[in-house]
């Protein structure tokens, strides 16, 4: 082939290159014709989906910033309970009832001097008197599994470490409850 006849072909795949280019951008041209005369009309649709999704924004970010609150707010509390958690100690004791009040309560048994008063002094009251060892002081608050608050007030000669004594009303109470291993929960100073 000669130059010539090459410099023909060159020239025809250029011409043919520019005239698919053109051929290309006019049909662009022509879907973009198209497709915004499809979206001209819907326009206000779009402008309220728009406006919509920018409401359901600004709602979630208002939320958000709720949930943020209410965690920082819970995050507080959640210090607080184990802040009071660290005050409590829990240990297994052996707990039995005593019933110091009973008119069938036996001196030296169930009580040393007058039944009424404990060894702190203050007056026995079943459901909430309890008597314990010499490890844990008088006035201590204590929770006793399915039991509930007592408060050590009262010794007892056979009440020994990890060993609980509460006060109930009748002798008939204490022989039914018998000897129970339960946790107690001890409040620390």
Known sequence: MSSRNNNYWKLGLAILLFVTIVIILISLIKISITMQSLIAPNDRGLEQIIVGAHMRLEEAEIRIERLEKKNEELTQKLEEVRQKLEKWGIEVFEVTAYAPLC???????????????????????????????????????????????????????????????????????ALVFGRQELRVFIQRE
């Open 103 to 173: 008119l069938s309560a036996i001196e030296g048994m169930c009580f040393s001097g007058d039944p009424s008063i404990t060894a702190s002094g203050e007056t026995v009251i079943p459901g909430i008197t309890a008597a314990a060892g010499r490890d844990i002081p008088f006035g201590t608050v204590i929770y006793i599994e399915n039991i509930g608050k007592r408060i050590v007030q009262d010794r007892g000669s056979m009440i020994t470490n990890y060993h609980l004594d509460i006060a109930v009303k009748t002798k008939k109470e």
